[in-house]
């Protein structure tokens, strides 16, 4: 049990320091927009190169264009 624990606590900074140096530049109110939250993310570039973001939603599928990043609009939606 000890070890467990020993190396959990080693190996957590490990993983967080993935997060560093990362800027919110948008944002999509996941709630307000269908009263749900999110449970996974998949990036997509079509062939002019508009990039979208494909969200999963707990009740749907949300697809927004995230081609300007400060202003992401939401595309299309499919409960």
Known sequence: MKKNLLFALMATPLF????L???????VD???????????LWG????LGNEYAIVGANNGVSIIDVT???SPNEVF???
Do not use: C, K, R
């Open 44 to 47: 997509y570039e079509d062939e």
């Open 77 to 79: 939606f499919e409960p």
């Open 68 to 70: 300007n990043p400060s």
């Open 16 to 19: 967080s320091i993935a997060q």
């Open 30 to 40: 996941f709630q307000a927009l269908h009263g749900t939250g999110t449970s996974n």
């Open 21 to 27: 140096n990362i800027t919110q530049v948008g944002y």
